[in-house]
């Protein structure tokens, strides 16, 4: 690869490129517009439109974004909500397919988050183990991270809480242990939604540098964010999302004063 | 790599100039990008299966244990919930409708419980395999595995349930006289190609499910369908005595009947060989195959798109 073409610069290695791309939900509306069984049940009957007499309805959220990524980027990704910023993120991590145009990576992307995997019935302790398993880490991975893990968590501080069901955690808590479980993977591609504000003030410090770390090991790093803090903190290149489409592509200054400009209105 | 750190303010929104006018399709293909989510090579598939197969398990076991969490009896219930069951299709087939006609009471009582046990094996695993892609779509959403790892596991956790319903099945088989004795083995073999075949089923239905959740709605009356034409509750052979043998057979050589059948046939010392079909491992054996390798290409066809829901 890259690595034995000696007169390319580390930074013009391409990680992520996006060509036009398109991406489609299908959303089952479980009837459509009128919600009555017979209004259901009419649409069935007569002949509408195929998809929308079906109760599915598309929606377009993102409309052909182009862009390239290089090793050692910060890219931070902006826009109001449901401009498309968290689908995209999706689509390089290769979660979503896209309608059309193409997501080239290398390597595996991965998100920041393994929430959908865990169980609120089962104890903290097991979530660990089933938690790092779905991320992919071998038994012998999660078994030494594991302390490690319950340790950053703060989880025990208060007791012998790992062993009791999440569901009788806090919020505060259960985020903690969730943030404390992703975060134990390294990632070539790391793409993080929002993920830095969880727990209290102490643990919020604590996760920021954990963060840190990760984006130092990570080639590039992508971060979907409301706060344009933590944006021009971590990112040297932004994204500008607006209903699907990249308003602006540029280094954060440029695109945070924009941005301001535009929302201060 | 730990020298890729560059400077805030390197050339970033300006592409460099090295690989300017190269379309996003050459450039990818010339540092050896690869298509975000793109679906792997069937033989790379299993390879990839084979490797989270520890997460595979631990998802399993963690649902099943999740399911009787808040119960106060807790995992009692893994076996009570079966043995109740039992006694409820023992009342209303064996004491109200006498459907055990032409069976003695001790081949009567375990030839029932072994149905319900055996059929409710499958009927969960479809059930299960439904929802595995539609009801799951946040984890599919999330994370990065092959999706077949959740209709597999899915039926590995109605496996493991049925394994606690053995604990009941043997209980009554020997308080009906049927002693453990050498066939017995033959549970294991039995029980490994039914197990094949519902996993491949479970992944017919969960491709299926995930573009039509509504499935999850129409199941359950194909399946009792299934339930009432495999004969879970009676013998074909008797009930069906006067018909033309034809219905009789395409009934004993549908899968849920052939596996139901050998595990009697296994377990049950009163129920012989006469009443199973002619080449009946034949048939178990080829049920599980078609199923098994068919729900797995099937499944593995449309792996790109199980995130669209």
Redesign the interface.
């Known amino acids: 690869m890259a690595d034995t073409d000696t007169n390319i610069k580390r930074s013009d290695v391409p990680t992520v490129i996006c060509d036009d791309v398109h991406i489609v939900y299908r959303v089952n509306t479980g009837g459509g517009g009128k919600g009555s069984a017979t209004a259901a049940l009419s649409r069935i009957v007569g002949r509408g439109k195929a998809e929308v007499s079906r109760g599915v309805r598309k929606v377009h959220a993102v409309r052909g974004v182009t862009f390239t990524a290089y090793r050692g980027e910060a890219i931070g990704l902006i826009g109001s909500n449901g401009s498309g910023k968290s689908t995209l993120l999706r689509a390089v991590a290769g979660l979503l397919p896209t309608e059309s145009g193409k997501v080239y990576t290398d390597g595996q992307p991965s998100l920041l988050g393994v929430n959908a995997a865990l169980m609120n019935d089962l104890t903290g302790e097991r979530n660990v183990i089933l938690g790092g398993l779905a991320m992919g880490m071998s038994r012998e991975e999660v078994r030494s991270r594991y302390d490690g893990i319950v340790d950053f968590s703060g989880i025990n501080e208060k007791g012998d809480f790992i062993s009791l069901p999440m569901r009788t955690y806090s919020s505060g808590m259960g985020a903690r242990l969730r943030f404390a479980i992703a975060a134990a993977k390294n990632h070539d591609v790391l793409l993080i939604d929002e993920a830095l504000a969880t727990g209290d003030r102490k643990f919020q410090i604590r996760s920021e540098e954990r963060i840190r770390e990760l984006r130092k090991e990570a080639g590039t790093v992508f971060l979907v964010s409301h706060s344009n803090k933590s944006i021009r903190d971590t990112c040297d290149r932004v994204l500008w999302l607006e209903k699907g489409q990249l308003l602006m592509d540029g280094p954060t200054d440029e695109v945070l004063r924009a941005y301001e400009r535009e929302t201060a209105r | ?6 400077g ?6 300006a ?2 100039s ?2 300017d006018g190269l ?3 050459a ?2 293909e010339k ?8 679906r792997p090579g069937l033989f790379e598939y299993v390879r990839e299966l084979w490797s ?1 197969r ?2 595979i398990l ?2 399993s076991s ?2 099943l ?2 399911q009787y ?2 119960a106060k009896l807790g995992q009692v219930w893994q076996v009570a919930t079966p043995l109740l069951n039992a006694l409820v299709y023992y009342l209303i087939f064996g004491l109200i409708l006498d459907a055990g006609r032409g069976m003695t009471k001790d081949v009567y009582i375990p030839f029932l419980v072994t149905g319900i046990f055996v059929f409710t094996f499958t009927q969960s695993s479809v059930m299960a395999g439904v929802r595995a892609i539609s009801g ?1 779509l ?8 092959p999706r077949a790892s959740l209709p597999i596991s899915f039926s590995l956790q109605q496996l493991q349930q049925l394994l606690f319903s053995m604990i009941v099945l043997v209980a009554i088989a020997i308080a009906f006289g049927s002693y453990p004795s050498a066939r017995w083995l033959l549970l294991l073999p039995a029980l490994f190609l039914q197990f094949v075949f519902n996993v491949g089923l479970a992944m017919i239905m969960a491709r299926m499910g995930s573009k039509t ?1 509504d499935l999850a709605q129409l199941m359950p009356f194909v399946m009792r369908t299934w339930m009432y034409a495999s004969g879970v509750m009676f013998s074909i052979q008797t009930m069906l005595a006067d018909k033309p043998a034809w219905i009789a057979d395409i009934l004993m050589y549908n899968p849920a009947a052939v596996y139901m059948d050998l595990i009697r046939f296994a377990l049950i010392d009163g129920y012989g060989a006469e009443n199973l079909p002619a080449h009946v491992w034949m048939t178990a054996l080829a049920w599980a195959l078609v199923f098994g390798i068919g729900g797995f290409v099937y499944f593995w066809k449309a792996e ?2 199980y ?3």
């Open positions: 790599m730990s020298d890729t750190q560059q805030g303010a390197v050339a970033t929104s592409p460099p090295v690989d379309t996003p399709a450039l990818a540092y050896g990008l690869s298509v975000s989510g793109a989270r520890h997460f631990a998802f963690a649902k244990t999740a969490s808040q799951n946040g984890l599919v959403r999330a994370l990065h595995f959740p790109e798109r995130g669209r829901g």
